[in-house]
Structure formats: structure tokens, C-alpha cells
């Protein structure tokens, strides 16, 4: 049987994992990928997640009912982090028409030939909805800032693309676009999957020995991580600098995926606990209406199984003796 966990529990269980607004982050130093490994809830994962899985059906059933606020869910993490197996566990139990996820890959030329929010705003969620984005709008202040060439082919003006005060711009923007979405109903949970370089070279590994694995590996894995000290280095800028208090970064300890489905469960859960999403309630005249419509279809049955019956004998009577 899953543990039993209550509200107060997870928020209890996810407090850690979260980045301060305002506070300086250094990776790996202030939040260790390997936590997970050592945590005594690592032995009942599964359980809790089970257990977690169930809660987030019943809260996003409210969710959409209410159809008042909306909920997107950022996913940010280094390459073998764990992001799809998170979601595919993590949002197992719920409604898929509830639910969507956008992984945002090159931006296409009529996305350059917008902001850089542009393509992020039309996917943003509807009311009533959970929206999932593998991998972000932070891509434009994490792999456009470890690769300075994208940044070139993004079509803005030479003057506004020189020095570093376009990544506290971003920043800005980033944070003044989150916050209107809060201000709307539009609640952002945004989750770091912390992963070590020791384990992500591990489950590189295992993509290449087995053959099942293969698929997921390119060539581009390999060359990506011989950037890994210029990543964490925008990782920990981007945490420090758009960690708010309406949009809170939550850093996962992803080395155990167990683990780390659990908390990102348990993150999600306590966004929607927060909300309280609750059934529209009803008025007597509605009741009354449904009452009067049950009362009809009540009578119509009746008269089915009645009228059924009465042509069953109308036909035995007009058999022949």
C-alpha cells in the first residue's frame, strides 16, 4: 500500500530543492546532483509516486472543471537528465486531454522574424489545462549563450546584441513574461533536473552498449558535454537570476530517476494543492432542472421496458393456436 502523503508533506519534502529568490546558485556546490542516492525515501519511490500519480489525476480533474487557471510546467535539465521518462511517469494517471507537451527544437525563420517569446506565448496553456515544455524559453539564455552563433542568427540588431546586458535583458523579460502570466491565472512551476557529469556520462554509455539504447544517442551528446563547465555556468546564472517569488526554480537531485520523478511529482502536486481547483457548484434551480430531467429519463425507461413488453405479448397473442 503507498505511503499516505498529505499536503503539508510535500511541501515539506520539495522546500529543499528550492532556489531562494535572489540568492547567488553555484553548481554543483549548492545543490548536489547525488542527494537522491542517499535520501531515505529513496527506497519507497515508486510507492510514493504511485501515490503521487493518483493525487495529480483528482487535482487536474478540478483543474480543468474549475476551467479558471491554467499550469505550465518548465523542464530544464542537461542532456540524459531524465525529462521524458519524468513526464511519462510523473503524468501517467491524468487526463491527455488535459494535458500537452511542446519540446521546442531550432526555431523555425518565421519564429526569428519574431521576439524571442514569440513561439513560447502560443504554446503557453489554456484555462483548465497543463501545459509541459521539454525544454523552454531558458534555451534562449542557456544553449544561445554557451553557442554565441545562434544568437547572431537571430536577426536583431547588431547594437542590441553586443556585451552581457543582453542576458540580463532576458532575463528581465523572462520574469516580466512569467509574472503576466501568473497575474492571468497561468501558474509556472519550472523544474531543473540536476544531473552530475560522472552519471550523464554513464547513461551516455549505456545508450552506446545497449542496443535498445541506441536510438537515443547522436553525436551531438558527445560534443555538447565537452561544453559541461560553460552549461553550468549558465545554468547557475539563469537559476540566480529568474528564481521569483511568483515563479519559483525547484533544483532535483536527478542522478536516482526514481527519486527525481517522485519530486518533481510532489513539485507539480503542491502548485495544483495551491490553486484548490474546485467542481463548479451548482444552484437549486439547476438542481431542481436536473431532478426534472431524471424524473424523464426515469419515465422513459419505464415506458421502454412497458412498451417492449407490451409488444412482445401483442405478438404472442397474434401467433396461431
Not at 153 to 162: D, E
Given at each position: 500500500m503507498a505511503p499516505r502523503i498529505t499536503p503539508k508533506r510535500i511541501a515539506e519534502f520539495i522546500e529543499p530543492f528550492r532556489v531562494k529568490p535572489g540568492s547567488k546558485v553555484r553548481l554543483p556546490h549548492d545543490f548536489d546532483?547525488?542527494?537522491?542516492?542517499?535520501?531515505?525515501?529513496?527506497?519507497?519511490?515508486?510507492?510514493?509516486?504511485?501515490?503521487?500519480?493518483?493525487?495529480?489525476?483528482?487535482?487536474?480533474?478540478?483543474?480543468?472543471?474549475?476551467?479558471?487557471?491554467?499550469?505550465?510546467?518548465?523542464?530544464?535539465?542537461?542532456?540524459?537528465?531524465?525529462?521524458?521518462?519524468?513526464?511519462?511517469?510523473?503524468?501517467?494517471?491524468?487526463?491527455?486531454?488535459?494535458?500537452?507537451?511542446?519540446?521546442f527544437k531550432v526555431p523555425s525563420s518565421e519564429d526569428l522574424d519574431h521576439d524571442f517569446l514569440w513561439r513560447y506565448q502560443k504554446a503557453s496553456p489554456e484555462r483548465g489545462s497543463i501545459a509541459i515544455f521539454n525544454r523552454s524559453h531558458y534555451e534562449e539564455v542557456l544553449v544561445v549563450r554557451?553557442?554565441?552563433?545562434?544568437?547572431?542568427?537571430?536577426?536583431?540588431?547588431?547594437?542590441?546584441?553586443?556585451?552581457?546586458?543582453?542576458?540580463?535583458?532576458?532575463?528581465?523579460?523572462?520574469?516580466d513574461w512569467e509574472h503576466?502570466?501568473?497575474?492571468?491565472?497561468?501558474?509556472?512551476?519550472?523544474?531543473?533536473?540536476?544531473?552530475?557529469?560522472?552519471?550523464q556520462r554513464r547513461r551516455f554509455l549505456s545508450r552506446i552498449d545497449e542496443p535498445e539504447k541506441n536510438w537515443k544517442f547522436s553525436a551531438n551528446d558527445a560534443k555538447e558535454r565537452t561544453f559541461w563547465n560553460s552549461y553550468q555556468k549558465a545554468f547557475a546564472e539563469m537559476l540566480s537570476h529568474t528564481s521569483t517569488?511568483?515563479?519559483?526554480?525547484?533544483?532535483?537531485?536527478?542522478?536516482?530517476?526514481?527519486?527525481?520523478?517522485?519530486?518533481?511529482?510532489?513539485?507539480?502536486?503542491?502548485?495544483?494543492?495551491?490553486?484548490?481547483?474546485?467542481?463548479?457548484?451548482?444552484?437549486?434551480?439547476?438542481?431542481?432542472?436536473?431532478?426534472?430531467?431524471?424524473?424523464?429519463?426515469?419515465?422513459?425507461?419505464?415506458?421502454?421496458?412497458h412498451g417492449a413488453a407490451d409488444k412482445a405479448a401483442a405478438a404472442e397473442g397474434a401467433k396461431p393456436a
Open positions: 546532483p547525488e542527494a537522491g542516492n542517499r535520501s531515505r525515501r529513496g527506497a519507497d519511490a515508486k510507492q510514493i509516486l504511485a501515490s503521487g500519480v493518483e493525487m495529480l489525476a483528482d487535482l487536474q480533474e478540478r483543474l480543468a472543471a474549475q476551467d479558471s487557471y491554467g499550469l505550465l510546467v518548465v523542464l530544464q535539465a542537461m542532456d540524459a537528465a531524465g525529462k521524458d521518462g519524468t513526464i511519462r511517469h510523473v503524468m501517467s494517471g491524468v487526463n491527455p486531454q488535459g494535458v500537452s507537451v511542446h519540446s554557451v553557442h554565441p552563433e545562434f544568437l547572431a542568427n537571430q536577426k536583431i540588431p547588431a547594437s542590441l546584441r553586443k556585451g552581457k546586458d543582453i542576458w540580463q535583458r532576458r532575463y528581465r523579460s523572462i520574469n503576466h502570466l501568473v497575474e492571468n491565472g497561468i501558474r509556472v512551476v519550472k523544474i531543473f533536473l540536476n544531473v552530475s557529469n560522472e552519471e517569488n511568483h515563479a519559483p526554480w525547484y533544483v532535483i537531485p536527478a542522478d536516482n530517476k526514481p527519486f527525481a520523478r517522485v519530486a518533481a511529482a510532489a513539485v507539480i502536486a503542491n502548485e495544483l494543492i495551491d490553486i484548490d481547483p474546485q467542481y463548479p457548484t451548482v444552484s437549486k434551480e439547476q438542481r431542481d432542472l436536473l431532478q426534472g430531467m431524471r424524473g424523464a429519463l426515469g419515465g422513459d425507461a419505464d415506458h421502454g421496458r
